[in-house]
């Protein structure tokens, strides 16, 4: 079972349990950049040449990312690490928390870089309501996981642990992030920023590795614990999808409230709609929204992933995988 609370349980690596994770943290290791590979200073021509209105939708950007990247680590190491006993998990966990903590000096690099001012960017996260209350929301379920009251043993507990999940890992990093980066990247689809680009790619590359581990884990706790996969927690599971998605749109019109040549926030909540209904999929949920990607450009950046079924048809498809997988 992956979820315990045992802190001498998981301690030897071999044999490995979860192939995925051991898997993941190999790739992880093959992915390791440093921001300073990167040439930023290149793009300072670029960006004086920049509207007010998009250095405001990039000062947005930068104040959202910066401490979200370290919020991400406070849910993997208040709401994951300590409930999962596999030791491949923690090798690839520990390389994530490295990796979200590579991404914040990313962001600090880009404010240096910038004449961004720092303080108003950072102010940002408290003062911009549409962006405090996305951190207001992650910070509940995170809270959670630290309360003595839960118990990873029970339903109740493992259902706490994958609200956790779905609200870091589905949420942040695979809804608002992705719109995040394509906003980042839509510069360089206008050539500009090309080396901001490039950092981003390398956040994307390193997300999109962060998002199939979180996902994997869902799946396996689902597996080995049919039990919490009520039609109630199915429910709830997608009404905060829902829920961030609502959350982003007002988020998106504060980041572009007048648009920028050749995006408005519009444009970017059809993205985070297309996102959104991957993501349903990838849960086994239908679609939501049914809009069409309207960024096909970002298809390169592996903001979509092979479907896997839970939630949908519980009763079946849990019973084939439990046989198929024999004596568990
Ligand atoms: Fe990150
Ligand atoms: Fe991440």
Known sequence: ??????????LLLKPVTYPWAYDLYNQAVANTWFPN????????????????????????????????????????????YPYVNAAECHLYLAKQMWEEANHCMAFEYVLETFPIDRDEAYRSHVHVHSMARKEAFEVAFIRRM????????????????????????????????Y??????????????????GSLI????????LHLKFGMNLILTVLEENPEIAT???????????VTGVEMEAQYNHDMLPRGILGMNADYVNDYVKYLADRR???????PEYHASNPAKWMATANDTLQLVNFFEATNTSYEVNAHATGNR
């Open 37 to 80: 590979e990167i040439q930023l200073d290149e793009d300072l021509a670029d960006f004086a040449r920049m509207t007010p209105d998009e250095h405001h939708a990039l000062t947005h950007l930068m104040s959202y990312f910066n401490p979200n990247e370290l919020l991400v680590n406070k849910a993997l190491a208040f709401g994951v």
């Open 231 to 241: 039609d109630e927690f199915a429910v709830e599971i997608h009404d905060m999808i």
């Open 1 to 10: 079972m992956i979820l315990g609370s045992g802190i001498q349980e998981g």
């Open 280 to 286: 349903l999929e990838e849960l086994g949920f239908e």
């Open 146 to 177: 630290t309360e003595q009251t839960l118990d990873i043993t029970t339903v109740a507990g493992k259902q706490d642990f994958v609200r956790n999940l779905v609200a870091y890992n589905i949420i942040l990093e695979g809804i608002w992030f």
């Open 201 to 208: 790619d390398w956040v994307v590359r390193d997300e999109s």
């Open 179 to 196: 719109s995040g980066f394509m906003v980042a990247l839509s510069f360089r689809q206008r050539n500009l920023l090309r080396n901001f």
